[in-house]
Structures are given as structure tokens and as C-alpha cells.
């Protein structure tokens, strides 16, 4: 009998039942629950007269509408601290754990997951946000999902799900002088667009991912939704649990022997097989921006916009409409071009690594005048330990300033929105129409092409630098 | 809670012929901050259909008084992005009941298919097909009987057959709900809890 791959075996552990002939009864370990995606569903647990089954396997966290500064003080905008608010009133009624606005533990739900130590290999992990994937970067299956599943998962601690088929995603050998984690998946997006992997769960691997940090790790499987893939995967090793060991809700004593233990039998099995397998080089990778209106449209930093006969013929009236939105013509270089904001942050890229790689690059050096640039660190735990690093120091004399924690101008449902017509390099996700604030032009890249942007306030290749 | 029951419907149809449209297209964030499931029809697609002050575009598709209908023809990956059900929401309080498309996300084929509106999936030159068709009347109908899994452009064709789920099927012929299906198998739940705490 062939052997299993890691999303099998943690897959074939959690079927309750089967349905005939539909999907699969599959029992979820954790759910994380913020403002945006839970009201209704909270409201449908009310009108059926039932409660949270498992509460304990439940946290809640407030961070799609949170403001950036004056986080002490009540949130101004309206109908964002009625659903706050909400939030808190709802924890209250089904017992569910909060970490609301100013709890210590507060932050974007997919950061605060795993720095707390509750993401955990061999977890079936679900969030009423496609992000969710991140969680995927511990060896655990963890997917977005919509509010009428919120409910059933708050309801009945399952879903129904159909089996996904599998990918292997294998990335190999060394990545350049200031190619990181972020350049490699909107790489793999480049190639293979964003419905390359829809129908998927895919597993990266390749010694260029095993080289990586946790945190690198998450910010690939964070963008694993943006090939369409119903979640990405890395295989737990030592890097793993070196990460969660001592996290406020990891195993402790003889529960973390038992667990690594457990957890050293979740990697693929040699023999096992996927429905479909990838190799890229590492040494092919660049350091990625994108031009367009989504995350497939992205090259290495070098190169040029596609020329309109360089686009199949059935995707140009779309990729007409792209030029058009980001005021691009086709054939453009992008080095050169003019940005106006900078965003550091997001579950993608909020990080203390992150931070850390954005403050390392801008030591010593000055913002340029022509940039506005937003630093939202992904949680309170994340910005008090830049700040114990120095961070906010150094960033404060290269003229940047650190703002309080949240999802912030990654999807701009606070204040923090790009103007019209405005182009920010963002180290966020998404470079959809109006994603940022509707006229906003984003170009997605990495912390260190961010940096150099800021530092000489036009798209620039961080490599001159170093 | 029942959702609504879709057997057979026939309509005329909303042509969307551009690839790749995201849920952010579908419903901006900024509309997300409700805490009911209604109104959202009212912003669907709201930056491309309104301007800076809130009046309609009039180059944009919804109001073009010459299209109208119940079925949304979308270019290929329809309603990539977020895992927001507030893009099915807006779809379907707009008034469409189905979305026809050559691919779409997975979320939001599972969120659609959740409320009631029923996402079919077919080839490339069968939407182009259509496309071509309601750009040349736009009162062209096409029908789409999910019992028989199968779409058609009246009154003669060509029609193709699409694939669905057999359990989603049921749930949307009958107007099922699946949190209904999971409470009633809660000591099946509870069993497997117990063997695998």
C-alpha cells in the first residue's frame, strides 16, 4: 500500500463520518473567530436556540476594523465599534475566549495563533477568513471558510467538507542575496496564476523551504489561497517545534515529549503520491513585484510588464483593464516607478522577522520625503518586542513611525486607506481593485523591497543595496 | 435553517465577461462591517457600478437597463480572494439565483452553495457561447434544470451538463441547510470525540 502524505494522514484522522456519496464530517481542533465573519453566525446559533459545543476550542480576536492609533480610546468610526462591540457581547453569551482590543494577546488572528503556541502540527484549524492557510506553515490542515460554516463549526465542532485533491509544491537549492519567503510565493503565483491551484491542498517542500524560519514559512502558506489553493501545508521538523516549544499554550514536561513524538510521524511518506506535483529553482527567484489588479501578476523585480501580445489572447481585455486601473502601460520597467505610501504589516508580513528585516535595511538611512509609510506590527506581543529590540528606535530616527497592531491598510476597513489613484508597495496579500481603499494602486512584494522603496521613494531593487 | 429550493429555472442573464473577478470586486470591505446577512445586494459590485458620489456608472453592466435577469454570466475564476460569504450574500440579494462561470473559487462555491444560489461550471466554449449569445440578445433566456444537471440556451440549444455535488444537489432541490445534517448526527459527534480525546 502506497503511503500517506502529511495532508492524508491528519485528513483520515478527523472524518467523523461520511456522508453517502457527499462530503466528509470533518472534526475541527480550533476555530478562530474575529468581528467580520462571526455576527451572523452567532445570530444563527440565537435563532436556533443552541450554543457553542466546544468553547474550549474556540478564541475570538478583534482585528479587521481595529484602528492603528489611539487604540485606548473608543473607536470613532460608527458601524466598526458596533461590530467590535459586538464581537465582545457575543464572546460573552456562548463563553467563548476574547482577546479584544488591549488584551495583551490581542492582534491579527493568524499571528496571534501560532506566537501564543495554540497552532499545533496535526491540527485540523479553521477561520472564517482565507488567510487561515498560514496556520498550514506548522504541518496542521487549516483553511478560510465562510459565516453559515462558522456556524456549523461554533454549533457542532465539524464541517462538511469534500476531500481536496493534493499538490506538491517543491522549491529547491539557494535563494539569491535579498530573495526571501514573500519574492518565492508570489513567484510560484506568477507561474502558475490565481486559480493554479484551486481544487488543492498543497504541501511545499524542497530543501528552500526547509531552510526557512517559521515565520517565513507562515508568510508562503498565508498566500497559498492566492493560487486558489484551498490551503498550503510545510512538513513540522525541528525548526517546527523548536518555534513553539515554551509558547503560553504549548505542551509542557512529558506532554511535549509525547507530542513532538506524535508529531516527528506527520511528515509525507516517501511513497506517497499527490495528484500533483511542481519543481521550481530556487536560484530562479528574483525579488517580486506586482504590476497588475491580482496576485498572479507579479515578476521579478528586473524584469518588465508584458507587452499586450505577451498576454493570451482570451486574458487581455482583463489585463487591459489592469493597466488601465494601475495606470501602467504595457512594456514598462518597474524600477523607477513612482510609490507614494509604504505598508509594512498584515498577517502576510507583520511579524517580528519582519520587522526586524525592514529595520536591519533602514538603519542608518532616511525615509525619502515623497513617502508616507504605515508600520502595523501584527500583534501587541509583536510591537513589544520590537520595542525591546530597539526597533521602534531605529525606525523612529530613519523617520518611520510604528503604529498599533491590526489588519490595518492591508484590506482598509479601518481608517488606514491608500488614497485615489495613490501606488503603495505593500507587503500585505492582496493587489485587487480598491483592495486598500477604493482607487488605491498596490504592488505587492517583500519587507526588503518595501524598504528600499521607502528609502528612495521609488520602486526599487532592494539587491543595490546589498 | 432552510435555504431556498432551486429546481429549474429559466431567465434571461447579466453578462460580467471579465476573468478573474475577486471578492473584493464582488462586495468592497468596507461594506462588511453589518452584522446581519441583508442589504448587501445594494453594493454588489459597488466600485464598479457607482461612482465617488454614489451615482450609477452608467457603462457598468447592472445599470444597463438592457441586461436583467436572475442568472450572473461571469469570465473564468469567479469570486476568487476572501473566504467572505458577503460576496454570496450581495450575489443573491441582488435577485440572481445563479452564476454561471468556467471556474470558480472554491470558497465561494461552498459559500454559494450554502445560501441558495447555485453556482454552475461550465466549459470555456460554452461560456463564450453564452457571452456571444446575450450580447447579441440580450433577451436571450437559458435554463438551468439541476435536476438533470443541465444548462441550456433557448429555445434550442446548445445546452451542456454541469457536475454538482450529489449531497449538495439534494440540499438545494430540497432546500436543506448543512448545520441541520451535522445537528442531527451530534451523538455520531460526540462518540468520536469521546474515542479520540
Known amino acids: ?466 | 435553517m432552510p435555504i431556498d429550493k432551486f429546481v429549474k429555472l429559466e431567465s434571461t442573464c447579466v453578462p460580467v465577461p471579465i476573468e478573474n473577478v475577486d471578492t473584493d470586486q464582488i462586495i468592497p470591505a468596507r461594506f462588511l462591517k453589518a452584522t446581519t446577512r441583508e442589504g448587501f445586494g445594494d453594493n454588489l459590485f459597488a466600485d464598479w457600478r457607482y461612482d465617488k458620489s454614489g451615482n450609477p456608472k452608467k457603462d457598468f453592466v447592472l445599470n444597463d437597463p438592457t441586461y436583467s435577469g436572475k442568472i450572473l454570466v461571469a469570465g473564468q475564476n469567479f469570486g476568487s480572494g476572501s473566504s467572505r460569504e458577503h460576496a454570496a450574500w450581495a450575489i443573491a440579494g441582488y435577485g440572481f439565483k445563479a452564476v454561471v462561470s468556467s471556474f470558480f473559487a472554491d470558497i465561494f462555491k461552498n459559500n454559494s452553495l450554502n445560501n441558495g444560489l447555485l453556482p454552475v461550471q461550465v466549459s470555456k466554449e460554452f461560456l463564450e457561447e453564452l457571452f456571444q449569445a446575450i450580447e447579441k440578445d440580450p433577451a436571450t433566456k437559458v435554463e438551468i434544470d439541476l435536476e438533470n444537471q443541465k444548462i441550456t440556451l433557448q429555445p434550442n440549444g446548445p445546452s451542456e451538463s454541469f457536475d454538482i455535488n450529489p449531497y449538495k444537489k439534494k440540499c438545494m432541490l430540497n432546500g436543506f441547510d448543512d448545520i441541520d445534517y451535522l445537528l442531527n448526527i451530534s451523538n455520531e459527534i460526540e462518540t468520536w470525540e469521546k474515542a479520540n480525546s
Open chain 1, 1 to 466: 500500500m502506497a503511503g500517506k502524505t502529511l495532508f492524508e494522514k491528519i485528513w483520515d484522522k478527523h472524518v467523523v463520518t461520511k456522508v453517502d456519496g457527499g462530503p466528509s464530517v470533518l472534526y475541527i481542533d480550533r476555530h478562530f473567530v474575529h468581528e467580520v465573519t462571526s455576527p451572523q453566525a452567532f445570530a444563527g446559533l440565537r435563532d436556533r436556540g443552541i450554543q457553542v459545543r466546544k468553547p474550549e476550542k474556540t478564541v475570538a480576536t478583534a482585528d479587521h476594523n481595529i484602528p492603528t492609533l489611539k487604540q485606548d480610546q473608543p473607536i470613532q468610526d460608527e458601524l466598526s465599534r458596533f461590530q467590535v462591540n459586538k464581537l465582545a457581547l457575543n464572546c460573552e453569551e456562548f463563553g467563548v475566549p476574547l482577546y479584544g482590543l488591549n488584551h495583551k494577546w490581542n492582534g491579527i488572528v493568524h499571528v496571534i495563533g501560532p506566537e501564543l503556541g495554540i497552532t499545533k502540527p496535526g491540527m485540523t484549524i479553521v477561520c472564517g477568513d482565507s488567510h487561515t492557510s498560514t496556520h498550514g506553515a506548522f504541518g496542521s490542515i487549516a483553511f478560510g471558510i465562510g459565516t453559515s460554516e462558522v456556524e456549523m463549526v461554533l454549533a457542532t465542532q465539524t464541517l462538511l467538507q469534500n476531500k481536496p485533491k493534493t499538490m506538491r509544491i517543491n522549491i529547491d537549492g539557494e535563494l539569491g542575496k535579498g530573495v526571501v519567503s514573500k519574492d518565492i510565493v508570489l513567484y510560484i503565483i506568477s507561474q502558475i496564476g490565481t486559480g493554479g491551484a484551486t481544487g488543492y491542498f498543497v504541501e511545499f517542500a524542497g530543501s528552500a523551504i526547509r531552510n526557512l524560519s517559521m515565520e517565513a514559512r507562515m508568510t508562503i502558506c498565508n498566500m497559498s489561497i492566492e493560487m486558489g489553493a484551498r490551503g498550503g501545508m510545510i512538513a513540522p521538523d525541528e525548526t517546527t517545534f523548536e518555534y513553539i516549544k515554551g509558547r503560553e499554550f504549548a505542551p509542557k514536561g512529558a506532554e511535549w515529549d509525547k507530542a513532538v513524538e506524535e508529531w516527528r510521524q506527520l511528515p509525507s511518506d516517501a511513497d506517497a503520491a499527490f495528484d500533483k506535483e511542481l519543481v521550481f529553482k530556487a536560484s530562479d527567484i528574483e525579488p517580486m513585484i506586482t504590476y497588475g489588479t491580482n496576485p498572479g501578476m507579479g515578476i521579478g523585480i528586473s524584469k518588465s510588464i508584458p507587452t499586450f501580445e505577451e498576454i493570451e489572447k482570451s486574458t487581455q481585455a482583463t489585463f487591459k483593464k489592469s493597466m488601465q486601473y494601475m495606470d501602467f502601460e504595457p512594456g514598462d520597467a518597474m524600477i523607477g516607478k513612482k510609490v507614494d505610501y509604504v505598508f509594512i504589516g498584515s498577517c502576510t508580513n507583520g511579524r517580528i522577522e519582519d520587522l526586524r528585516a525592514f529595520a536591519a535595511f533602514v538603519k542608518g538611512k532616511k525615509k525619502a520625503d515623497n513617502i508616507t509609510a504605515w508600520i502595523v506590527p501584527g500583534s501587541h506581543q509583536v510591537e513589544a518586542q520590537a520595542e525591546e529590540e530597539g526597533i521602534r528606535q531605529i525606525l523612529e530616527e530613519a523617520g518611520f513611525e510604528m503604529r498599533q497592531p491590526g489588519c490595518s491598510a492591508c484590506l482598509a476597513m479601518n481608517d488606514d486607506k491608500i488614497p485615489e489613484g495613490n501606488y503603495a508597495v505593500s507587503t500585505s496579500n492582496r493587489n485587487f481593485e480598491g483592495r486598500q481603499g477604493p482607487g488605491a494602486r498596490t504592488m505587492l512584494a517583500s519587507p526588503l523591497t518595501a524598504a528600499a522603496t521607502a528609502i528612495t521613494g521609488k520602486i526599487t531593487d532592494p539587491r543595490d543595496f546589498l
